[in-house]
């Protein structure tokens, strides 16, 4: 049997967000309902704090008296908000490719 319902594969959505374990959540729907609605709002507060992040980063960076808590902490934060923008991107590309299929 080819064609059929069995032989479709369903991709899920990335969230924004993890499971309790670290590990990544998924959502199967058409992309209208809340939980889809909340994960653009998330995302979209995601990629807002990393664009305040990356103009703290700068201002940080052109200090001459900057201290090594203070880089710990900017690289920190950083790297979080580079994991979070890197699942968005991961997220919509793969949503991306998928809307282009026949």
């Not at 374990?21 to 058409?30: A, F, R, T």
């Amino acid at each position: 049997m080819t064609g059929g319902a069995r032989d479709r594969t369903v991709a899920g959505r990335l969230l924004p967000w993890t499971g309790a374990d670290g590990k990544p959540c998924y959502l199967v729907s058409d992309g209208t309902g809340h939980v889809a609605r909340l994960a653009d709002e998330i995302e979209d507060v995601q990629i807002d704090m990393a664009d305040a992040l990356l103009g703290h980063a700068v201002e940080l960076l052109a200090e001459r008296r900057v201290t090594g808590e203070e880089l710990h902490y900017l690289a920190r934060r950083l790297s979080e908000s580079l994991r979070d923008v890197k699942r968005v991107a991961e997220s919509r590309g793969a949503r991306l490719v998928e809307g282009s299929r026949p």
